[in-house]
């Protein structure tokens, strides 16, 4: 294949060596003219992940952003003809960095055409965020929110050009009531810095904000929730970072702040929780009844304890054992092609992701003429005891779990995998909790049941007519053990719901997946072998 002509080629000097540097729409790259050993010092980055292009004066301070940096010996001729590129580095482990070389060109001429031809390409890469409101939670994780964003992000920001209007938050919700008054047309995206919990409130603001512009009402299950414009950005300072760990494929500030930076963009699917008519809560990644429920209650009481209360609240559920008796109703999905038991997982360009967005429209119209008693009908029902019942709209990978609760989970294609976990013995369920820490499948096991479905309701055994508040399941914790049933306490009471670790307060609830309504500043998980590609193509 013919490759295009170049825009630019000139013999520039790079740490005191001569090199061949070439500009082509999509690539930039530069090679010794002297071949070294190996061929080490050949460099290829495509123009998308260039971050900057600034121009160096005399004295070694960048005209742009007035970065002092030091130059390399040569003439004073020469060295008041530099620019220096800052371009994505990638390194193991889906991490990015940023990289920089300073190019010295023979006369002024000759270096402001390489700075303009470099900036108009970057200019057209019209994905890029210009302005961006920033939401920073001082108090989750570790509490280094702020100097998170201050040392390892804003410095990148400046850099690319960005201004970030930053917001500390104050107090719960401060982050999404914020969103529902503010003119969000002066923004090209909105940045969370803070855990999952930070991440859902901006999530939360933004969608109801667009529902509200719209006039739609999200109290209503059956509604066509309208996408949302503006795109998030995640900087993980939480405890857990799983939506960041499950898109990107690293819990690394640098990672997610140069992927904000080169304007990625990646759809994901949000469901919407309701509780008799009333809109309760929206998750984008674990909703999950049960063991995950229980375990959430425990670790609220146990704050103080950090990062590790989930780890202790886990292992004090996990001797509980309880078991909870319901009632689960579900869609099956029928117009995807994956399935919860597919060995690959959806990576950055995913097929089935991307036919599904060219579904979504085609599918929308058809269910403006699909009965309700159609719809019905095609429902399953399953009864049963349950020691948890979890809906991931992703894998929900994170470091402690790599593969996540549905490896195979997509980030677009408009489901919900459905895993029911049947009363079983500890062991068993051991053996289901080990298997995501390891490559062994953890739907392989007779008690577990895995759906792709597009919506669920649930309804516990014990029910009271208004639904009131859950009982503190806490205080049950290490309750009696069933006579009947040695190896599990099943204790007559309901558990809660966990979505995007908090708390709902509402056991029976009815759950519909909404394809693509969020947009995040990444691009998915590259897979392994792109990843190699792309790192070869780097160093020649």
Same mark, same amino acid.
């Given at each position: 294949?013919?490759?295009?002509?170049?825009?630019?080629?000139?013999?520039?000097?790079?740490?005191?060596?001569?090199?061949?540097?070439?500009?082509?729409?999509?690539?930039?790259?530069?090679?010794?003219?002297?071949?070294?050993?190996?061929?080490?010092?050949?460099?290829?980055?495509?123009?998308?992940?260039?971050?900057?292009?600034?121009?160096?004066?005399?004295? @070694?301070?960048?005209?742009?952003?007035?970065?002092?940096?030091?130059?390399?010996?040569?003439? %004073?001729?020469? %060295?008041?003809?530099?620019?220096?590129?800052?371009?994505?580095?990638?390194?193991?482990? !889906?991490?990015?960095?940023?990289?920089?070389?300073?190019?010295?060109?023979?006369?002024?001429?000759?270096?402001?055409?390489?700075?303009?031809?470099?900036?108009?390409?970057?200019? $057209?890469?019209?994905?890029?965020?210009?302005?961006?409101?920033?939401?920073?939670?001082?108090?989750?994780?570790?509490?280094?929110?702020?100097?998170?964003?201050?040392?390892?992000?804003?410095?990148?920001?400046?850099?690319?050009?960005?201004?970030?209007?930053?917001?500390? %938050?104050?107090?719960?919700? !401060?982050?999404?009531?914020?969103?529902?008054?503010?003119?969000?047309?002066?923004?090209?995206?909105?940045?969370?810095?803070?855990?999952?919990?930070?991440?859902?409130?901006?999530?939360?603001?933004?969608?109801? +904000?667009?529902?509200?512009?719209?006039?739609?009402?999200?109290?209503?299950?059956?509604?066509?929730?309208?996408?949302?414009?503006?795109?998030?950005?995640?900087?993980?300072?939480?405890?857990?970072?799983?939506? =960041?760990?499950?898109?990107? #494929?690293?819990?690394?500030?640098?990672?997610?702040?140069?992927?904000?930076?080169?304007?990625?963009?990646?759809?994901?699917?949000?469901?919407?929780?309701?509780?008799?008519?009333?809109?309760?809560?929206?998750?984008?990644?674990?909703? #999950?009844?049960?063991?995950?429920?229980?375990?959430?209650?425990?670790?609220?009481?146990?704050?103080?304890?950090?990062?590790?209360?989930?780890?202790?609240?886990?292992?004090?559920?996990?001797?509980?054992?309880? &078991?909870?008796?319901?009632?689960?109703?579900?869609?099956?999905?029928?117009?995807?092609?994956?399935?919860?038991?597919?060995?690959?997982? =959806?990576?950055?360009? =995913? !097929?089935?992701?991307?036919?599904?967005?060219?579904?979504?429209?085609?599918?929308?119209?058809?269910?403006?003429?699909?009965? $309700?008693?159609?719809?019905?009908?095609?429902?399953?029902?399953?009864?049963?005891?349950?020691?948890?019942?979890?809906?991931?709209?992703?894998?929900?990978? &994170?470091?402690?779990?790599?593969?996540?609760?549905?490896?195979?989970?997509?980030?677009?294609?408009?489901?919900?995998?459905?895993?029911?976990?049947?009363?079983?013995?500890?062991?068993?369920?051991?053996? !289901?909790?080990? +298997?995501?820490?390891?490559?062994?499948?953890?739907?392989?096991?007779?008690?577990?049941?895995?759906?792709?479905? %597009?919506?669920?309701?649930?309804?516990?055994?014990?029910?009271?007519?208004?639904?009131?508040?859950?009982?503190?399941?806490?205080?049950?914790?290490?309750?009696?053990?069933? +006579?009947?049933?040695?190896? &599990?306490?099943?204790?007559?009471?309901?558990?809660?719901?966990?979505?995007?670790?908090?708390?709902?307060?509402?056991?029976?609830?009815?759950?519909?997946?909404?394809?693509?309504?969020?947009?995040?500043?990444?691009? @998915?998980?590259?897979?392994?072998?792109?990843?190699?590609?792309?790192?070869?193509?780097?160093?020649?």
């Amino acid at each position: 294949m013919e490759l295009p002509p170049p825009l630019l080629f000139s013999r520039l000097l790079v740490n005191n060596q001569p090199f061949e540097v070439t500009l082509t729409e999509s690539v930039f790259s530069w090679q010794p003219m002297c071949r070294r050993k190996g061929g080490g010092g050949s460099r290829s980055v495509p123009v998308c992940e260039i971050v900057a292009v600034h121009e160096i004066e005399d004295d @070694g301070i960048s005209k742009e952003n007035g970065r002092w940096q030091k130059m390399p010996s040569f003439s %004073t001729e020469l %060295t008041s003809h530099a620019f220096t590129v800052y371009y994505v580095q990638r390194s193991k482990g !889906h991490h990015w960095g940023c990289s920089e070389v300073t190019f010295i060109c023979s006369d002024h001429l000759l270096c402001n055409q390489w700075v303009q031809a470099l900036k108009e390409l970057l200019d $057209l890469q019209a994905m890029r965020p210009k302005h961006l409101i920033v939401f920073i939670n001082p108090l989750g994780g570790k509490r280094l929110g702020k100097q998170i964003y201050e040392d390892k992000v804003a410095p990148l920001f400046r850099l690319a050009c960005i201004s970030a209007e930053v917001i500390v %938050t104050e107090r719960a919700n !401060h982050a999404r009531d914020h969103l529902l008054e503010a003119d969000l047309e002066k923004y090209d995206g909105i940045v969370s810095v803070g855990g999952d919990g930070m991440f859902s409130e901006v999530v939360h603001g933004l969608i109801s +904000r667009t529902q509200m512009d719209s006039g739609v009402d999200e109290n209503y299950p059956r509604a066509e929730l309208v996408p949302c414009d503006l795109r998030i950005g995640i900087i993980p300072a939480g405890s857990t970072d799983c939506i =960041c760990y499950a898109t990107v #494929g690293a819990n690394d500030p640098m990672t997610s702040a140069l992927h904000i930076i080169v304007g990625d963009s990646q759809p994901i699917d949000v469901s919407s929780v309701h509780h008799k008519n009333m809109f309760l809560k929206y998750s984008v990644s674990l909703l #999950g009844y049960g063991f995950y429920g229980d375990t959430l209650i425990d670790s609220e009481k146990n704050r103080w304890m950090g990062p590790s209360r989930y780890d202790f609240s886990g292992f004090k559920t996990f001797l509980s054992h309880h &078991c909870y008796e319901g009632t689960i109703s579900y869609l099956p999905a029928t117009e995807t092609t994956g399935s919860p038991r597919d060995t690959s997982p =959806c990576t950055a360009g =995913c !097929h089935i992701c991307r036919f599904s967005g060219q579904q979504l429209r085609l599918s929308q119209r058809e269910r403006k003429f699909k009965s $309700l008693d159609e719809e019905q009908r095609q429902w399953k029902v399953i009864k049963g005891k349950f020691l948890a019942i979890n809906s991931a709209n992703m894998s929900c990978a &994170c470091p402690k779990s790599p593969k996540g609760l549905s490896p195979a989970a997509h980030l677009a294609d408009g489901t919900i995998d459905l895993i029911l976990v049947r009363k079983c013995s500890r062991l068993g369920f051991l053996r !289901h909790l080990i +298997r995501h820490t390891n490559s062994d499948d953890q739907f392989d096991l007779a008690f577990v049941e895995v759906n792709r479905v %597009t919506k669920f309701k649930f309804t516990p055994k014990y029910c009271d007519e208004e639904d009131s508040d859950i009982q503190d399941v806490s205080k049950n914790l290490f309750g009696q053990i069933c +006579r009947n049933h040695s190896s &599990c306490s099943c204790a007559q009471f309901q558990s809660s719901w966990n979505c995007d670790g908090e708390i709902i307060k509402h056991a029976a609830i009815e759950v519909r997946v909404h394809c693509q309504l969020l947009r995040l500043f990444v691009r @998915g998980i590259e897979e392994l072998t792109v990843q190699k590609d792309v790192a070869n193509s780097y160093v020649v």
